[in-house]
T-cell receptor, first 117, second 112 residues
Framework: EAGVAQSPRYKIIEKRQSVAFWCNPI?????LYWYQQILGQGPKLLIQ????????DSQLPKDRFSAERLKGVDSTLKIQPAKLEDSAVYLC???????????????FGEGSRLTVL | GDSVTQMEEPVTLSEEAFLTINCTYT??????LFWYVQYPGEGLQLLLK?????DKGSNKGFEATYRKETTSFHLEKGSVQVSDSAVYFC???????????FGDGTTLTVKP
């Protein structure tokens, strides 16, 4: 079974530029998550999708971050314009369960490391 | 809101030493509890989990018991190996909201 795929693995941009990250979850997984992991910290949830609908985006800085999962499969996270404090690893995860059914386990991709100069 | 607190200082042990990494949580309701591990250069992966009070999760010689009375889920291993060197994350799943919250991770280095 293929795991969660993410691209690009690394990206370096200047502040105020834009960047997009792509994620393809494990086939059949209904729930998809984007996390931000700043160096030395644990993953922080940005947005959670169930199929193609948003379940939770309360921690997403909507003035600069956007995310979509149009067909309920793969997803794109965009940052525009980027700030220095956006330097982090952006993790995509998926799970087979639906939000609230408590099945639990998250399957993570290897992450996309963003450096903003 | 939900939160997870784990020891943040890096842990350095000699091979075959006993390991404990502390984890405590704050949550409403009855969360499920997890330990995830991140080996160098790899993504996070599930190490073990427990879904209700007094459950013990175990895998690869690691164990953790869900203690509701102390809101804790401490990770233990009786004899660590060099290959256990990694970052360990404690996490909880709010089963009502379907939302996971992570601690800040503990780096374990095992020396031969």
């Amino acid at each position: 079974e293929a795991g969660v795929a993410q691209s690009p693995r690394y990206k370096i941009i200047e502040k105020r530029q834009s960047v997009a990250f792509w994620c393809n979850p494990i086939s059949g997984h209904a729930t998809l998550y984007w996390y931000q992991q700043i160096l030395g910290q644990g993953p922080k949830l940005l947005i959670q999708f169930q199929n193609n609908g948003v379940v939770d985006d309360s921690q997403l800085p909507k003035d600069r971050f956007s995310a979509e999962r149009l067909k309920g499969v793969d997803s794109t996270l965009k940052i525009q314009p980027a700030k220095l404090e956006d330097s982090a690893v952006y993790l995509c995860a998926s799970s087979s369960g639906l939000a609230g059914d408590g099945t639990g386990e998250l399957f993570f991709g290897e992450g996309s490391r963003l450096t903003v100069l | 809101g939900d939160s997870v607190t784990q020891m943040e200082e890096p842990v350095t042990l000699s091979e075959e030493a006993f390991l404990t990494i502390n984890c405590t949580y704050t949550a409403t309701g009855y969360p499920s509890l997890f330990w995830y591990v991140q080996y160098p250069g790899e993504g996070l992966q599930l190490l073990l989990k427990a879904t209700k009070a007094d459950d013990k999760g175990s895998n690869k010689g690691f164990e953790a018991t869900y203690r509701k009375e102390t809101t804790s889920f401490h990770l233990e291993k009786g004899s660590v190996q060099v290959s256990d060197s990694a970052v360990y994350f404690c996490a909880l799943l709010n089963t009502n909201a379907g939302k996971s919250t992570f601690g800040d991770g503990t780096t374990l280095t095992v020396k031969p």
